[in-house]
Nanobody, 120 residues
Framework: VQLQASGGGLVQAGGSLNLSCVLS????????MAWFRQVPGKERDLVVRISWSGDHTYYADSVKGRFVASRDNAQSTMYLQMNSLKPEDTAVYYC??????????????WGQGTLVTVSS
């Protein structure tokens, strides 16, 4: 299984970006999916996780009301629509897939990361 994240870039504060994550080599609907982000020197933090069907999502408090996660199981793709971006959203964003719904600290698969930079 491979996860390929894309869509990062440079945006001004208040702007929007849409990230995508495509899963290949496996059955997408078998995996709960998530976005994490990491700033150099800090731990990788959960941004949002989304259930196998996409019916349930859990957002970090820092992004609630601004970010929206979705998935298209027919296209094996997960999305993250990021609105009202702030400089503190600057990070490398990683997508991840886990058959057990991220119930443990062990994650099945990680994508390679895509850099989001928000200028003030």
């Amino acid at each position: 299984v491979q996860l390929q994240a894309s869509g990062g870039g440079l945006v001004q504060a208040g702007g929007s970006l849409n990230l995508s994550c495509v899963l290949s080599g496996g059955t997408f609907r078998d995996y709960a999916m998530a976005w994490f982000r990491q700033v150099p020197g800090k731990e990788r933090d959960l941004v949002v996780r989304i259930s196998w069907s996409g019916d349930h999502t859990y957002y970090a408090d820092s992004v609630k009301g601004r970010f929206v996660a979705s998935r298209d199981n027919a296209q094996s793709t997960m999305y993250l629509q990021m609105n009202s971006l702030k400089p503190e959203d600057t990070a490398v964003y990683y997508c991840a897939g886990d058959r057990n719904g991220f119930r443990t600290s062990v994650v099945d698969y990680w994508g390679q990361g895509t850099l989001v930079t928000v200028s003030s």
